[in-house]
């Protein structure tokens, strides 16, 4: 990465921890994203074109290429689904145990606040997408008609172990949680009542 690459993303991640600030201080509702231009030390024109949305500034995660690296190697080698496990528990697990205070804080923020929540969820949707799309190249043609099946089940397992890890305030490693909802999916079939 060069170093265009890395200021760009230290100004991203400078205006992101900015609007958390303000956000805890005076409320979600009440900020402006001139607010947040004025207290980062950049336009508004700026803020909206890196981020789009207000909800965009908690949304944005500055690794998300990272992932998207790590799915792609893994489907080369491994079974679509644990490729997925595999990539989200080395790249997320990784970087949640790195900055696991600033990460909770942020998915907190995101899961109690109504309209991060909303654009959250219609992010998953793109996401699902693109995961689709990925491994509609990758599965051989008689089971491709399962890549949209496979994304949103994946994305639906990673969902559900952020949100035990927030809610158990990130006390156990994301990565176990993430490996522990991925075998319990794989279990699900033997499941009973």
Known sequence: MGLRERNRRAAKHFAQETALRLFDQEGFESVTVLDIANAADMSESTLYRHFGTKEGIVLWDEHDADLDRALGSRFKNQPPLEAIRDAFIEDLGRRYDEDGGYQLRRIQFIYKTEAIHAAAIEADLINRTELSKALGYILKKPHRRAAQLLAATALVALD??????????????????????????????????
């Open 160 to 193: 559900v172990a952020i949100e035990q890890w927030q809610d158990d305030n990130g006390k156990r490693p994301l990565a176990v949680i993430i490996e522990e909802t991925f075998t319990d999916l794989q279990r699900i079939d033997e499941l009973r009542s």
